[in-house]
């Protein structure tokens, strides 16, 4: 099992764990937190501790003036950012983002209705 060596991660950690519903994985050499086999957080194994998330979208452009938080790679174009912890004030924050996206993730349902290109409307996992 992966970890981090940072001061603030097990206090992350703890919260997730204590959460229902939720299991920790290891896959790209990260640790990921996951509800219902849907991740919510993703922490890095280096310092300083990295994490990525996905916050409520009407808090995303106030999130993204704070220094320490960015636009996440990869997966940023779907709203997820990244903060970097260097301090306990900065962990605070974390904190409450870990909680914002666990929030905006469970809260997700699982087969949301979406429409293609052309108007046909699917689920995930067949045709209508």
Request: glycine share 6%.
């Amino acid at each position: 099992m992966l970890t981090n060596k940072s001061p603030y991660y097990s206090r992350i950690r703890r919260w997730c764990r204590t959460q229902a519903d939720v299991t920790e994985e290891n896959p790209w050499e990260a640790i990921a937190f996951k509800v219902k086999k849907k991740v919510f957080a993703i922490c890095g194994t280096e310092k300083p501790l990295r994490i990525t998330l996905k916050p409520k979208k009407e808090n995303l452009d106030a999130y993204l003036y704070h220094p320490a938080i960015d636009i996440a790679s990869y997966v940023g174009r779907f709203g997820w950012v990244t903060i970097t912890v260097k301090n306990k004030d900065v962990a605070a924050l974390a904190l409450a983002l870990v909680q914002e996206s666990y929030e905006v993730i469970s809260s997700r349902k699982k087969d949301r209705p979406f429409v293609r290109k052309g108007g046909v409307k699917s689920i995930r996992g067949g045709l209508k």
